[in-house]
């Protein structure tokens, strides 16, 4: 592909601009639809090309709040990932000052772009385990367990084999599907140094770690396209959606219009920022994600009723778990300054000349740094990690809300030594990502290439909320997922802080550095780590859990079929359905769960 444009090797990689205005009785400017889906991001594209496919009768728009985005090289070049955080592609949401984290409030990046947050998101694709996804069932929600959730995720993917990367075996992986996923080639030094290191501690190389058993040392697949070195993500399911699909850009829903008498409350359509109201046949399907689809349910009445008094909304539903059960994956980092000698992707944001000859290197299909976006990952139970767990299962036992089902069943995944459920993750991060930035120019950090090593703790018990600010659509939700409230969150994130260091320090990592960064070498003692994590704690983005699928009277919004209770052709599709948050990066999980919708859906309207 030397000397194709970007705009080239987009249109060949994604597949033609496809359907996206409509033609005959499918039209952007119709005023009614049979489905609406609300959010054109990770979930919601997959479900409704699912449907157009299924349904090719109907007609199916997809109102998007962002742009296109497609034609984006931010997005779309895997070395830039990251590059779009904060930017016009962002919603930007933060938190409320976390009162554990010493009152820092942390960002939420969310994507208002076509693919949503796929289009934003760091790009690994990892799977959690058997015992996890057997809990949601256990939770209340037949077929939604492993056996299920497993063909419904490995339904959105099409693994690609390079030659000569022996760094995944046969089983865990899918064929034929539109996210296109591989191992990535030729790590940095720094990263190629994370299975033998996790080795000399004890943790053996599991080569086949998507099938539901990660607990190991791995390579993790990235969601990369092979043939050009693009990120795919979900706008890849589109070349395959009917004509029937529509999607419209820039558009943002305020809220979902809602016919309600003594008999009962039936969704009807939405009514558009700017008062336009688009009909709904047969339903609404919402996939905002996790930090906004509560938002759109609170602003049409759907929720609690002390919230929605408070922001001046009439309460058309009661549904008291609207926005609750938020639950996220701690994060803590270490990182190092590398020898001299051992190149590092740092280069790229201090070296502008080397970036623009990478780039140039990427743009004529050549080895570019541009086109790394792999890593590689450790996934653990505590006793592997820290050997003696006692105090950690004791503060567990006192963090856990017993009258919470979902509480209950994290602490029997951690509790139970054969789970196969991990309850650390570790990650050897190419280039600085620590909290405080790269370092600017002129000081001394500036210039130097790091690793950061990242621990995450898997099933914390702080569970928080997200809920409206008033009425308006244009304001942020407060959003507050109350980061180390519990004791047992604090201690595992403090142990993790002191894995990492354990990590690198051991051999082959210990000879690639000069000096430890964050928080360095000083920081020993507990009080010392503490004081490090309530500073530093931070998210690895996957927020979930607001809109639950639970029994209402567990706290629940949706049903196992994703309806929402009490308000008939209302469903809602993304990760805020997750009941209990699991041991891995969610995307596969947000693939699955779009994938069973689309089947549920399809199987009640196909006659
Ligand atoms: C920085 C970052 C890195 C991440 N890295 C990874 C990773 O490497 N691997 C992984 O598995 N996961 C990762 N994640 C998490 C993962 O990407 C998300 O959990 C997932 O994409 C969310 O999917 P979703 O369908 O729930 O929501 P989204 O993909 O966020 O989709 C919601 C869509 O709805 C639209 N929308 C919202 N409100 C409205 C409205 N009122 N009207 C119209 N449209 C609306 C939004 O614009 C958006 O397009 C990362 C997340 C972030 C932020």
């Known amino acids: ?55 090719p009768y109907e007609c199916v728009l997809v109102i998007e709040a962002g742009p296109d985005g497609r034609d984006e090289p931010k997005i779309y070049v895997p070395g830039l990932r990251g590059s779009t955080l904060g930017g016009v592609y962002d919603w930007v949401l933060p938190t409320v000052p976390q009162a554990a984290a010493n009152g820092r409030t942390i960002p939420h990046n969310r994507g208002k772009v076509l693919g949503g ?34 063909p419904a995720m490995l339904k959105a993917e099409n693994f690609q084999r390079q030659d000569g990367i022996a760094q995944y075996g046969n089983d865990g992986v899918g064929y034929g599907g539109p996210v296109q996923v591989s191992l990535v080639e030729n790590p940095p030094a720094h990263v190629q140094a994370c299975i033998p290191t996790l080795g000399n501690l004890g943790l053996e190389n599991n080569l086949e770690s998507l099938n539901g058993h990660s607990i190991g040392a791995e390579y993790q697949p990235a969601m990369h396209r092979v043939s050009n070195h693009t990120r ?67 602003l049409s009445g759907i929720g609690q009723k002390a919230v929605l008094s408070k922001a001046g909304i009439r309460q058309i539903v009661d549904l008291p778990g609207v926005g609750e059960n938020l639950q996220d994956h701690l994060r803590i980092q270490t990182s190092y300054e ?27 299909s050549q080895t570019s740094l541009y086109q790394y976006s792999g ?20 503060l567990a036992h006192q963090s856990v809300d017993w009258s919470n089902p979902v509480d209950r069943k994290k602490l029997s995944l951690l509790t139970d030594a054969y789970s196969g459920a991990p309850d ?14 790269y370092p600017a120019k002129g000081t001394p950090g500036h210039g130097k290439n790091y690793a950061t090593l990242l621990g995450g703790v898997q099933h914390p018990f702080s569970r928080g909320s997200v809920h409206i600010n008033g009425p308006d659509p244009a ?56 004081t490090y994590v309530r500073n530093n704690v931070f998210t690895f983005f996957h927020p979930l859990g607001t809109c639950a699928m639970l029994p209402k009277k567990n706290g629940g919004v949706v049903d196992p079929e994703l309806r929402v209770y009490g308000v008939q052709s209302l469903r809602v599709v993304d990760a805020s359905v997750i009941p209990m948050i699991v041991s891995a990066h969610i995307q596969t999980a947000i693939y699955g769960i779009a994938e069973r919708a689309a089947t549920i859906i399809t199987d009640q309207y196909r006659w």
Not at 338 to 364: C, H, M, Q, S
């Open 1 to 55: 592909m030397r000397g194709l444009t970007f705009g080239f090797i987009l249109a060949t990689g994604l597949g033609l601009l496809h359907g996206v205005n409509g033609h005959g009785r499918c039209h952007v400017e119709n005023r009614d639809f049979d489905f609406i889906i609300v959010g054109g991001g990770t979930a919601g594209l997959a479900v409704a090309t699912q449907l157009s496919r299924a349904l």
């Open 117 to 150: 947050t796929s289009a934003l998101n760091l790009l690994v694709w990892n799977r959690a385990t058997v015992k996890e996804f057997d809990a949601w069932e256990e939770l209340g929600n037949p077929g939604w367990g492993w056996k299920n959730m497993y």
């Open 232 to 298: 795919s993500y979900s706008v890849d399911y589109l070349p395959r959606a009917g004509d029937n699909l529509v999607i419209m850009f820039n558009s943002t829903v305020h809220k979902v219009n809602l016919d309600y008498d003594w008999r009962g409350t039936k969704a009807t359509g939405v009514t558009l920022v700017g008062g336009k109201e688009i009909k709904a046949k047969k339903e609404v399907i919402l996939s905002g994600g996790s930090l906004l689809s509560p938002k759109i349910l609170e």
């Open 338 to 364: 590398l020898k001299p000698e051992i190149p590092g992707l740092d280069v790229l944001k201090y070296n502008t000349t080397r970036a623009a000859i990478e780039l140039d290197l990427w743009r004529r």
């Open 375 to 394: 890593s590689c990952y450790g996934f653990l139970k505590w006793k592997q990690a820290i050997g003696n767990d006692e105090k950690l299962l004791r």
């Open 424 to 437: 650390l993750e570790v990650v050897f991060g190419d280039g600085y990502i620590g909290t405080k930035g």
């Open 475 to 530: 304001t942020k939700p407060i959003i507050d997922p109350k980061y180390l409230g519990t004791a047992f969150d604090l201690e595992a994130t403090i142990q993790a802080a002191k894995y990492l260091r354990k990590m690198a320090t051991t051999a082959p990592f210990k000879d690639l550095w000069v000096s430890e960064f964050d928080p360095g070498l000083s920081v020993e003692t507990d009080a010392e780590w503490e």
